[in-house]
C-alpha cells in the first residue's frame, strides 16, 4: 500500500502535527476541516452557513490536490455547537454534493479547536476504480 501525505496550498497550516489528508492505497482521509482563510483567520464569525460554505470550498480544495472531486466522498463527519444547525447548513451541503449521498455522522460538541468556530467536517473519500 502507498501512503502519501498531502498539505494542500492555498489552505492554512495544520494547527499541529497532522496534514490536511493522507492518501493511503485509493482511500482519502481528510483532516477536519475549520472555517478559516488561508492565512488561519476565522470565516463567517457567527454564520454557521457562511463557515459551512468555507469548509465545502477549503475541502474541494483537498480533494482537487487529491485528483478527486465531491462524488468520490463516501463519509463525513460533522461537529456542530449547536445540533439546531444542522438544517441551517443543509444547502450548502447539497450545493457540494450535488447528488450523491455520503454515509454521516453528526455530533454536537462543546468546543472547536479553533475559537468562534461553530461546525467541522471530516471526510473520507475512495479514489478506486
Known sequence: MTRRELDVEG?????SHYAHAVLAGDTLYISGIVPV??????VGRDDVV?????????????????GARPGHVVKVTVYLL????????????????VDSRPASTLVEVSRLAVPGAR???????????
Open 82 to 97: 449547536d445540533i439546531e444547525d444542522r438544517s441551517r447548513i443543509n444547502a450548502a451541503r447539497r450545493r457540494f454534493f
Open 119 to 129: 461546525v467541522e467536517i471530516e471526510a473520507v473519500a475512495h479514489l478506486g476504480p
Open 11 to 15: 489552505l492554512a497550516a495544520p494547527i
Open 37 to 42: 482563510d488561508a492565512s488561519g483567520d476565522l
Open 50 to 66: 457562511a463557515q459551512a460554505e468555507q469548509i465545502f470550498a477549503s475541502m474541494g480544495r483537498v480533494l482537487a490536490a487529491a
